[in-house]
C-alpha cells in the first residue's frame, strides 16, 4: 500500500514531490500545507490530486504516514516538534535548524516522542562524495588526518542575497543554509564531529552594490540570470543585508582530524573542491558532477605538481545533485516506514548546525576559539541505536 505524505512547504525544494508522487509504486502526496498563495498555486498545478490547505493543523490531522518539511530553515523547529508531537515520521530539510538550541530542541523532541526524524542532507548521496568515502574506507590513504573544503558559489548572489537569506535574523549565517552540506560531508569524510571552531569572514562585495528591491513577490526562478554578471553589477538585492559573502572556518575533531572550509558567494565557477589527507596519501576532486574525476596520490615525488597514481571517474546523472534526490527519498520512505539504519544522522546534522552557528558566532567576534556544546548521552544512544530505543521521559 502507497504511503500517504504531506509536504510543508512549496517552494524551492518543491521539486521533491517528483519523487514523492508515485502511486502503485510505493507513495503519494496526499496534502500540501503552505502559508502563501504563490506556494499553494505551485502545489496545485504540480499536484492536481493533492488537497492544499493553509493550515497546519489541517495536515497534522489528516492521517500522514509520512511528511516533508520543506519551509524555510528559521522555520524548522516550529513546525517540526509539532509533526514529530504529531506522530508523524518526518523529513527535514537541511539545516536541521539555525542555531544550536533549536537543532537540540528538535532532537529532543524526536527522543522523547519516538517520532522518526531523517534530515536532508543529501549530498551523502552524491556520487562524488560516497566516492571519496569509499577510497577512505578502503584503506587506500591511510587515516584521516585532514579535510579541506573550498566551496566556490559562482550563484550566490541570485540564490542569497535576493530574499530571507540575506538577513542574520533568519539564516543567521550562509555557513548553514549553503555550508550544512560540506560540514556535514567533512565530518563524514573524516569520521568524526568538530569539538571547537574559529572564523573569519566579511560581506566584502554584495553589501557595496546599492540596487536593492522587496523581492517577496518573487521566487528565485524569477530573477536568476547567468548575466548577472560582475558581482558588482548584481541587482535587485535584498533591501537589508548583513550576511556574510565570504567566509572560512578552521576546525578540530573528536578524533584529532583537522579541517577547514571556505566559501565564497562571488566566483565564476560554482562547485566543490574537496581535499582528504591520510597516512598512506591524499585524494583530491577536480569538479564535482558526473564525468568529473576524484584524484588519488599514494606515491611520494621529489618536487612540483605530480600526475595522480589514479583518476577515479565520478559516477551519477546530470539532474538532481547528481541523481542524489531520488535516493534521498527513497531512504526516507524506507525509514518511515520500517525503520532501520540510514546513511543521513540526526546527530551528524546537529553537529553542522553547531560548527555554522558558532562558526558564525566567532567570525562576527573577531575569531575567538567556540566549544561546542555536547550532545547529551541519552540522545547519542537513541540516534545511535537508529531511534527503535524505548522511548523516554
Known amino acids: 500500500m502507497d504511503l500517504k505524505v504531506g509536504i510543508i512547504?512549496?517552494?524551492?525544494?518543491?521539486?521533491?514531490?517528483?519523487?514523492?508522487?508515485r502511486p502503485g509504486e510505493g507513495s503519494v502526496v496526499s496534502i500540501v500545507c503552505d502559508t502563501s498563495q504563490r506556494g499553494r498555486e505551485d502545489a496545485k498545478t504540480a499536484l492536481p490530486q493533492a488537497q492544499i490547505t493553509d493550515d497546519l493543523q489541517v495536515l497534522l490531522d489528516s492521517e500522514l504516514d509520512a511528511v516533508l518539511v520543506?519551509?524555510?530553515?528559521?522555520?524548522?523547529?516550529?513546525?517540526?516538534?509539532?509533526?514529530?508531537?504529531?506522530?508523524i515520521p518526518t523529513f527535514v530539510e537541511k539545516p536541521l535548524d539555525v542555531s544550536v538550541e533549536a537543532a537540540d530542541e528538535i532532537l529532543t523532541t524526536a527522543q522523547h516522542t519516538g517520532t522518526r526524524l531523517y534530515v536532508g542532507h543529501n549530498m551523502r548521496h552524491m556520487p562524488v562524495i560516497w566516492q571519496m568515502k569509499q577510497i577512505i574506507d578502503e584503506g587506500t590513504i591511510g587515516e584521516v588526518k585532514a579535510v579541506w573544503c573550498r566551496h566556490f558559489v559562482g550563484n550566490g548572489g541570485d540564490y542569497y542575497f535576493k530574499d530571507w537569506h540575506a538577513e542574520r535574523r533568519f539564516s543567521n549565517t550562509l555557513l548553514l543554509q549553503k555550508g550544512a552540506h560540506d560540514i556535514d560531508v567533512i565530518h563524514w569524510l573524516a569520521g568524526g564531529y568538530s569539538t571547537q571552531v574559529s572564523g573569519i569572514g566579511a560581506l566584502a562585495v554584495y553589501g557595496d552594490v546599492t540596487s536593492r528591491r522587496d523581492n517577496s513577490d518573487r521566487r528565485l526562478r524569477d530573477w536568476f540570470s547567468?548575466?548577472?554578471?560582475?558581482?558588482?553589477?548584481?541587482?535587485?538585492?535584498?533591501p537589508k543585508l548583513d550576511v556574510e559573502d565570504i567566509s572560512m572556518v578552521q576546525m578540530k575533531l573528536d578524533n584529532g582530524v583537522l579541517a577547514s572550509y571556505q566559501q565564497c558567494h562571488f566566483t565564476p565557477d560554482y562547485w566543490r573542491n574537496y581535499t582528504v589527507i591520510g597516512t598512506k596519501g591524499r585524494i583530491e576532486n577536480f569538479g564535482d558532477g558526473p564525468g568529473d574525476f576524484i584524484h588519488v596520490w599514494?606515491?611520494?615525488?621529489?618536487?612540483?605538481?605530480?600526475?595522480?597514481?589514479?583518476k577515479i571517474e565520478v559516477l551519477g546523472d546530470e539532474a538532481d545533485h547528481g541523481g542524489a534526490d531520488p535516493n534521498l527519498i527513497a531512504e526516507?520512505?524506507?525509514?518511515?516506514?520500517?525503520?532501520?539504519?540510514?546513511?543521513?544522522?540526526?546527530?551528524?546534522?546537529?553537529?553542522?548546525?553547531?560548527?555554522?552557528?558558532?562558526?558564525?558566532?566567532s567570525l562576527r567576534s573577531k575569531g575567538e576559539t567556540m566549544y561546542i556544546p555536547e550532545l547529551g548521552e541519552q540522545a547519542l544512544q537513541y540516534f545511535a541505536a537508529n531511534q527503535s530505543a524505548e522511548r523516554v521521559g
Do not use: C, I, K, M
Request: proline share 6%; charged share 20%; hydrophobic share 35%.
Open 332 to 361: 526516507f520512505l524506507r525509514f518511515a516506514r520500517d525503520g532501520g539504519a540510514t546513511e543521513t544522522s540526526p546527530v551528524a546534522a546537529r553537529a553542522a548546525v553547531a560548527v555554522g552557528d558558532l562558526g558564525a558566532r
Open 298 to 310: 599514494t606515491t611520494r615525488t621529489t618536487h612540483g605538481f605530480a600526475e595522480p597514481d589514479q
Open 9 to 21: 512547504g512549496f517552494g524551492l525544494r518543491s521539486s521533491l514531490h517528483r519523487h514523492l508522487q
Open 226 to 238: 547567468l548575466d548577472n554578471w560582475p558581482p558588482t553589477a548584481q541587482t535587485d538585492l535584498n
Open 70 to 87: 520543506l519551509t524555510p530553515d528559521y522555520t524548522h523547529r516550529e513546525v517540526v516538534v509539532r509533526t514529530l508531537e504529531a506522530g
